[in-house]
DNA sequence: CAGTGGTCTAGACCACTCA
DNA sequence: GAGTGGTCTAGACCACTGT
């Protein structure tokens, strides 16, 4: 007695045709597809049909779907790798680069970050847990940032500083000086007295909302990587917390981790 | 002169105003959605357009849609948290429990792990490039594990040992004994003479493949989060390797990383 | 059984790209 | 303009869930 398998439909048949077509190599990196309605002609079913096709492909993150060019094989992207050692002090004097800027130039990008908007609010839950600081009360300054490399947007970092730290300083102002050797605001915090010992980072991934998608410009099927940093200084206190939000075919993480005994 | 935003087309409105009833906290977490046929009634469009709509939200991972049951708001999970003490020695003296059974019991569930495969292979490309063996020869063991929270599939983890340290020992024939104390191969590394000083993880997320949403039983909108793991010993030297496939809806990372200067 | 989602059809019109 | 994807319609039948 074998196993009656139930056949998948049409539309499935044809996604699966069309994956292992390009896992064969029959389509390459960049290839275009036959159009939506060659392969309806071709598999002998409506376009929508043929379409659904498409979309599984596309929702899989292997398709980059242009209005009016085609359906073509997404090729791999060069990935930022984000290791730990982008805080660390040694570096940032001797580059004079924050944290993303180093990293994006291993990768052979050119890097920017923008600071669109700095203002004192009232923290989300559990950034007020991991700070100690009250929920209720606008006891945090929060600091936008957009990163950008080679002119594209691949990460937003949203950074929590406690009212106590920055009130008075420039963490709650400015932007930092592009001319300062301590192009980071990790040299802000140093000054303050505040060294970084150690980092906790808390990774997760999910798809991206829509407004992400508008302003990451991520594409179907990619989703996105979601790093929640908190920073301690020499006292084990922590002094500032942000939330990474970056797309996943862009940015990777590259830790190296003792093993406590 | 006002820029004449176009509007979205009908379906992806009708997706904004469920998504927006959902944000307000008009569809709580769990709660079924109204039917195609009656979204399509209420939005005057045809039953395909609020189907569409339902896709797109289902794609975002915020909505279980069942087969003869409706579109329900998907309730946010429970995660387990994997922290790099996971590796500890201390821990699994201590508990006797391996680095993902440890994690587990932390979240609150019941795991197990069950080694379905394990042969000499050829390594793959960046595997064999971390850990120094030929890439042409089979020179390293694959122990493929399949990882379950409360019966649920949750990872896959591909471990590589090279074979000059593997060969003629239990690492490269069969499952670690349960009842032992040292129920990790971590405590069969030991004995073989690589206690773990250090581990590298490489991160990123994507989609997952049609495989591993068969084999982890992964809804629609949830991608995996990848994670390349190298255990390095005392000596320096990259003694094994894992590639672990996780749902990302149901795992997450947590890392406290030291500062170098 | 009624109600729900899953899939398909055949056709239409629009919007975008490229020669 | 020809070719492509984006979207919609109106209807149909199937498969699954519940009472």
């Not at 660390?88 to 180093?102: C, D, N, Q, V, W």
């Not at 192009?183 to 000054?191: A, L, P, R, V």
Request: aromatic share 6%; glycine share 6%.
């Amino acid at each position: 007695m074998s196993t009656p398998t139930k056949e998948p439909p049409p539309s499935r048949r044809i996604a699966d045709a069309l994956r292992q077509a390009i896992e064969r190599g029959e389509y390459s990196a960049g290839d275009k597809l036959p159009s939506e309605r060659v392969l309806a002609a071709t598999y002998e079913s409506a376009r929508n049909t043929a379409r659904e096709a498409i979309s599984i492909l596309e929702a899989e993150g292997l398709l980059d779907v242009w209005h009016g060019k085609g359906a073509f094989v997404r090729p791999p992207a060069r990935m930022i790798r984000l290791g730990a050692n982008r805080y660390s002090h040694r570096l940032r004097i001797e580059t004079g680069l924050s944290p993303f800027r180093a990293e994006a130039q291993r990768a052979g990008k050119t890097a920017h970050v923008e600071v669109p908007d700095i203002r004192r609010v009232k923290p989300p839950a559990d950034v007020a847990e991991r700070l100690g600081v009250p929920a209720s009360r606008r006891s945090v300054v929060q600091r936008v940032n957009h990163y950008f490399a080679d002119g594209e947007p691949v990460q937003i970092g949203v950074t929590y500083i406690p009212w106590v730290i920055a009130g008075g300083t420039v963490l709650a102002t400015d932007a930092t000086d592009p001319q300062s050797r301590f192009n980071s605001i990790y040299g802000e915090f140093e000054q303050l007295g505040h060294r970084l010992t150690k980092v906790r980072e808390e990774i997760t991934a999910r798809m991206p909302r829509p407004d992400e998608v508008a302003m990451l410009r991520i594409p179907p099927g990619v989703p996105v990587i979601q790093v929640l940093h908190t920073g301690v200084d020499q006292d084990d206190q922590p002094f500032e917390i942000t939330r990474f939000t970056m797309r996943a075919d862009l940015n990777g993480l590259d830790y190296w981790l003792p093993i406590e005994d």
